[in-house]
């Protein structure tokens, strides 16, 4: 059906929950019959799925879309997101974190970007950061990039060729082709996502890539805003260090999306031959590290992305020394993989 499904995956979310839903709720320009709300309980301890059901329930009008709560035991964002698209009724889907506030007209814009390109594989908005606390240093600087907020790129609109991928806060994706994705090309996750505290992911990027493997667009647009809350400890230098060595972590895992289809095979994507630059990039990054900190007395906030540098180089070593050529080797043999593309797929930058 034409419409939105709106899609909320929750681990442990009673906390968080609240913001969420009314803004939700307080969404204008949009039919009730042309979305849904559908809350995933993700192997949650708490009471978020009662917690839930007591929020839609008591806050729900005349003009509140269907909405339902659903668990699903097997944890990871991406095992969530997979349960929600498979109860999706509508052709659109859209992944609200639990900590993610729509603004009223996110749904209206979305729908109005959808009627006007007829090829869209994913949609990014635009998040603005609420923090707990005070906005740490240099957070525009070095630190916005990281917690799927601020501009996806330095231009609106078609980014297929370009930034290519959009971060998982309020991203919007077509039903129907992440459908020929799983139909037609056997596509499995390669990164899982978050699974309890672990900070994996890439999922997001992953699902980008693949889309646009086989012709779909990605698109972004600042007029889809939304509120990313922040608690204080996101923004502390240790859980930088844990989302970055995440991100290393699940970095080999998509190196399929990078290889050249007329050499796939070749030293540059070789395990032994990342390890060691891994190994080298470390070491750089350590010595820099130790230069800026006790030489120029500079605050790990003024050089977080050397410090981001460091842990997912780290993270990418571990992976990598774990799953060798596998990932590689395996890739080259999906119906993904034979697609006729002449373009490479990641060499993501950062804005």
Known sequence: MKGISVIVC???SVERLKPTIEHLLNQVGIAPNQWEILIIDNAST????????????KNKTKNSPFFKIIKEVKPGLSAARMCGINHASFDF??????????V????????????????VGVI???????????????????????????????????????????YGAGMIVNKKAFLELIQNYQFEFQATGRIGASLASSEDHELCLALRMIGYE???????????YIPKNRTEINYYKKLFLGFGLSSPLLIGYDLDKTNPINIKNDY?????????????????????????????????????????????FKTTVKVKNNKRDSFINTKLFALHDKTKQSNVEWI
């Open 46 to 57: 708490d009471d978020t799925a009662a917690v839930a059901s007591d929020l839609l329930e």
């Open 93 to 102: 889907l859209l992944f609200c974190d639990d900590d993610n506030w729509l």
């Open 272 to 316: 032994r031959y990342i390890t060691l630059r891994k190994i080298k990039n470390i070491l750089s990054a350590y010595l820099r590290i130790f230069y800026h900190k006790n030489i120029l007395q500079r605050s790990e906030y003024q050089i977080l992305d050397l410090i981001q540098e460091l842990y997912t180089n780290i993270g990418s």
């Open 104 to 119: 009223k007209s996110y749904l209206q814009d979305a729908l109005a970007i959808i009627a006007a390109h007829s090829n």
């Open 10 to 12: 929750c681990y442990n």
């Open 218 to 228: 990605v698109l972004w647009y600042k007029r889809l805003q939304f509120y990313h």
């Open 124 to 166: 990014g908005g635009y998040g603005t950061p609420v923090f707990e606390g005070q906005e740490p240093p240099y957070f525009w600087k070095n630190q916005y990039h990281t917690l799927a907020v601020g501009a996806q790129y330095v231009e609106e609109g078609n980014i297929t060729h370009t930034r290519k991928v959009v």
